[in-house]
């Protein structure tokens, strides 16, 4: 079955810039995404159709793709961005989430 | 602004059927630009997608649970709905419902969850 590979935990200072990465086999050939999810929430979509953002999501977050890795950065990074990121794809029709990582503001 | 929101059992009994249903509102699940879907999350591990529903009535489900899920939609009522059968402690999750763009593989809108504990 598909997957998509991503760090299990991000550290980084406030207003610093974390890179959180996704990787899966011939992801270059597939749109992807990125949600976050805060404790005991529901995802948001940051991220779609590789770099796109959603209306109201901050300029802080961008995504990029080189090859068959994605990348969701968040630049300046605060305090309320702690949360688990997941990144997502399909597949052979179906839709497959990464592994998540947990980004912890220190 | 589209709104969806989980509703069901939140205690289904072993080797049960648990059946979840999701109420669109702002919206209609007979849009031809979405697709309905189910993703689940086990306490305290990562998202699974379940499946999803066009409003035609044709479905897509992953493949790991295809042969115990059904997913239908009542339009009607512009609802959607779940059933999963032969339950086991390991189905016990949050069932989140979602609204996917079709041909963009991205899902905007999510409702609030709803957790489903399998136990006797």
């Known amino acids: 079955s598909y997957e998509l590979t991503q760090p299990p935990s991000v550290s980084v200072s406030p207003g610093q810039t974390a890179s959180i990465t996704c990787s899966g086999d011939k992801l270059g050939d597939k749109y992807a995404c990125w949600y976050q999810q805060k404790p005991g929430q529901s995802p948001v979509l940051v991220i779609y159709?590789?770099?796109r953002r959603p209306s109201g999501i901050p300029e802080r977050f961008s995504g990029s793709k080189s090859g068959n890795t994605a990348t969701l950065t968040i630049s300046g990074t605060q305090a309320m961005d702690e949360a688990d990121y997941y990144c997502q794809a399909w597949d052979s029709s179906t839709r497959v989430f990464g592994t998540g990582t947990k980004v912890t503001v220190l | 602004q589209v709104q969806l929101q989980e509703s069901g059992p939140g205690l289904v009994k072993p080797s049960e059927t648990l059946s979840l249903t999701c109420t669109v509102s702002g919206g209609s699940v007979s849009s031809g630009s979405f697709y309905w879907s189910w993703i689940r999350q086990p306490p305290g591990k990562g998202l699974e997608w379940i499946g999803y529903?066009?409003?035609?009535?044709?479905?897509n489900y992953n493949p790991s649970l295809k042969s115990r899920v059904t997913i239908s939609v009542d339009r009607s009522k512009n609802q959607f709905s779940l059933k999963l059968t032969s339950v086991t402690a390991a189905d016990t999750a949050v069932y989140f419902c979602?609204?996917?763009?079709?041909?963009?593989?991205?899902?905007?809108?999510w409702g609030k969850g709803t957790t489903v504990t399998v136990s006797s």
């Open positions: 159709q590789d770099i």
């Open positions: 529903i066009y409003y035609s009535g044709s479905t």
């Open positions: 979602a609204r996917e763009w079709v041909n963009y593989y991205y899902m905007d809108v």
